[in-house]
């Protein structure tokens, strides 16, 4: 018996041949959509620390993961026998096959998404958290964004295999490829010309498919991104910026800081990581428009207290308050008194990061706005003026349309800095802004932070550039082994002062 090749090419006609795919293509397309969507929180509950999200889920994608497709699908379809009124709906193969895809697939493009959502960085999620940004939003303007584009291959790939498992779905009766192709063969026995017609039909889909995945990828792929728009003409650009921004509008506006002025004051700080004590009733006080530095050997806690003035680290016990009020308080003698700053206060609390932490999936000048656009202070075009003041300010005018990778370091702390500065914060915290910065670079950062402390803009500074401490500080505070040794004057923390551990780090800074 020869090969017939005629009725194999005359199957490419065949119209219920086309018909079993689109039912293919609406089955595939429709169950990996609704499992890539749903499988998104139970990937994020998954993460959660919380056993009651965490243990139903992994219980599920344990159990879906084990079950064999086919024997899903044989249950899912016969279940109106013990329970009638999913009759309704389970009565027919393709919803009856849509529910078995989406029950099985979630189960495993959770984990996709879980992998995806581990290698965001931290750092995105603190720079939202310091935005004042909710979990949600931070979920949905910075982690799954970056999720997706990190995901994007392993979930084309998921595509494909979901393409391919809907043949089984010829096992309850539904016209799919494969079962148009079985009723052709059962009458003519051409059994190989038939298999042959039906393997083009999959190869179409999943061609098509795969290059229209992977055209979603190249978009998604910022590193493949050029700026939107290429404004080399400096006047064009300056025009954009209807005038200088006043950044510190919200602290000017407001007279009721704490008696004395103290904008922001952390009263009794302490902070254990496990068996380690970071912070030792720590206290600082920082009163409008002064330049507060904190320096000390490495390891004596100093990023980890200004972390907690802006709640990213959360202490064990203390008071901080922010304009008087207490944003954060937790007695030692109280258990139960343990309040944590607010989302409306913290976005009152601009911090830099010492990786700059700039949002990779967004422009310079959309990195600026997400904050202010998030708590609404104004409209798009409003707040992308006022964006382009605070870029003129930092000198980063010209890059408003370029992407983070796209900068040098210090221009990407810079950018850092104006986006602190667009939420009009009343106070900057600053966490070693220079220290992850090649020295060519360090100069220029140290500049724009200098402009600021000169125009009284209130700031906290962990440093280790003693120069540039004592050029621009009102107090510095040194620390040692999470304890405030000595602070004071700039004059007197460098010339005046005979504690031990202070003369002795000064000593080994200058000797080095
Ligand atoms: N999340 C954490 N978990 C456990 N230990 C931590 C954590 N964060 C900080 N530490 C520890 O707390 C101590 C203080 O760290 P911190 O980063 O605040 O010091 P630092 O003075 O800022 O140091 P450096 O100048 O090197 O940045 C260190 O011993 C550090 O290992």
Redesign the pocket.
């Known amino acids: 018996m020869s090969f017939d090749w005629e009725y194999a090419l005359s199957l490419l006609w065949y119209a219920p041949l086309w018909e079993a795919s689109l039912v293919v293509v609406a089955l595939s397309v429709l169950s990996w959509l609704i499992a890539t969507f749903l499988s998104f929180f139970l990937a994020l509950a998954k993460l959660s620390s919380y056993p009651l999200l965490k243990l139903p889920v992994s219980a599920y994608v344990w159990f879906f993961r084990s079950l064999p497709l086919l024997v899903l699908l044989i249950f899912i379809y016969n279940l109106p026998q013990v329970i009638p009124w999913t009759g309704n709906y389970l009565s027919d193969p393709f919803t009856a096959g849509l529910v078995a895809l989406i029950l099985s697939e979630t189960a495993y493009i959770a984990e996709i998404h879980r992998g995806g959502l581990l290698s965001v960085p931290p750092g995105q999620r603190e720079a939202g958290q310091a935005l004042g940004i909710s979990y949600f939003g931070i979920q949905k303007l910075i982690v799954i964004p970056q999720s997706i584009r990190i995901a994007l291959p392993t979930l084309a790939n998921q595509f494909i295999t979901i393409v391919k498992l809907t043949s089984l779905v010829s096992v309850i009766s539904l016209a799919e490829i494969l079962l148009v192709g079985q009723r052709l063969y059962t009458q003519n026995f051409k059994v190989l010309e038939t298999m042959l017609a039906v393997a083009f039909f999959y190869v179409f889909i999943v061609t098509f498919f795969d290059n229209l995945l992977k055209w979603g990828e190249r978009n998604l792929d910022v590193t493949h991104r050029k700026s939107r728009k290429n404004y080399t003409d400096k006047t064009q650009l300056e025009k954009s910026v209807s005038s200088k921004p006043d950044y510190q509008e919200s602290a000017s506006h407001e007279a009721d800081e704490g008696q004395s002025g103290v904008v922001i004051e952390a009263t009794g700080i302490n902070k254990s ?2 068996e ?1 004590q ?1 912070l030792k009733d720590v206290s600082i006080s920082v009163k409008k428009g002064e330049a507060v530095s904190i320096i ?10 200004i ?1 907690t003035l802006n709640g990213l ?1 959360v202490p064990d016990t203390g008071i901080i308050k922010l304009d008087g009020e207490n944003i954060f308080f937790s007695h030692p003698d109280q258990p139960r008194s343990r309040r944590l700053p607010r989302q409306n206060e913290i976005k009152k609390i601009g911090m830099v990061f ?1 990786q700059f932490n700039l949002f990779p999936h967004k422009n310079v000048l959309q990195n600026i706005t997400l904050g202010p656009r998030y708590h609404r202070r104004g409209s798009k075009a409003q707040l992308e003026t006022e964006a382009m003041g605070f870029l003129d300010k930092v000198g980063m005018l010209e890059h408003a349309y370029k992407y983070p990778h796209q900068l040098s370091g210090g221009q990407q702390q810079r950018v850092a800095i104006a986006r602190a500065l667009a939420m009009h914060p009343k106070v900057m915290l600053f ?2 802004p220079t ?1 992850a910065l090649d020295p060519e670079l360090v100069g220029e950062v140290l500049k724009t932070i200098e402009v600021l402390a000169r125009e009284g803009m209130t700031l906290i500074i ?1 440093t ?1 550039e003693m120069q540039f401490a004592r050029r621009i500080s009102d107090k510095i505070y040194f ?1 040692d082994e ?1 304890s405030v040794v000595h602070s004071g004057s700039p004059q007197d923390m460098f010339d005046n002062c005979d504690e031990p551990r202070v003369r002795q780090f000064l000593k080994e800074f200058n000797g080095s």
Do not use: I, N, Y
Not at 296 to 305: A, Y
């Open positions: 990581f496990s380690l970071v000390g050997p490495s390891g004596s806690g100093k990023t980890t207290l972390r680290a010492q966490d070693e220290s962990v280790h620390m999470g």
